[in-house]
């Protein structure tokens, strides 16, 4: 038996991480999300997906794995860096469990694949919910006490900000 140096061992574990980010964002691009693949750069690998909700703060998020676990965090651009918590899609995890349930191996896949893909979907639809939401409140915040905005119609005077010296 050939022993295994431990740079192989490292390669075929990235080239493992790297299939399964091809194997998420084939998954996405089956379920109508738009996808990049930034998975040639070899320090941070990952896979963008766009946000279907437009006009939001969250532009997309950052697929990348996370030692044995597929994660991902908010991100406004592709090739800007992500900001906030990670969360996990804890896919193999869900592919156990319905194969414990005793459901066939290709029908556990699809499975996976649908709930990958509404849980990106629901986290997209709640940021955008959470958004809204916070803005309204600054509304509020800002209103007259009883929930309506006071704006001031007439221009701000700044002549009484101009002063002279004394002569």
């Known amino acids: 038996m050939k022993r295994k140096s431990f740079v192989e061992f490292l390669d075929k574990k990235r080239r493992d991480e790297m299939e399964q980010l091809r194997l998420v964002e084939k998954v996405l691009r089956s379920k109508g999300l ?22 939001g703060q969250v532009g997309g998020i950052r697929i990348y794995k996370i030692a044995d676990v597929v994660a991902f965090r908010v991100q406004r651009e592709s090739r800007t860096h992500p900001y906030g918590r990670a969360y996990l899609l804890e896919i193999e995890e869900m592919f156990e469990d319905l194969l414990a349930d005793d459901t066939k191996p290709e029908e556990a896949a699809a499975k996976v694949a649908n709930e990958v893909a509404v849980a990106v979907r629901r986290f997209f639809e709640k940021s955008s919910q959470a958004e ?13 006490g009883a929930g309506r905005v006071a704006m001031r119609s007439q221009g701000t005077d700044y002549s009484s900000l101009i002063y002279t010296r004394g002569n």
């Open 34 to 55: 738009h996808t990049e693949n930034h998975l040639d750069d070899l320090d941070d690998p990952y896979v963008y997906c766009h946000s279907p909700q437009k006009g």
């Open 132 to 144: 809204q939401d916070e803005r309204e409140q600054q509304l509020m915040d800002l209103g007259d």
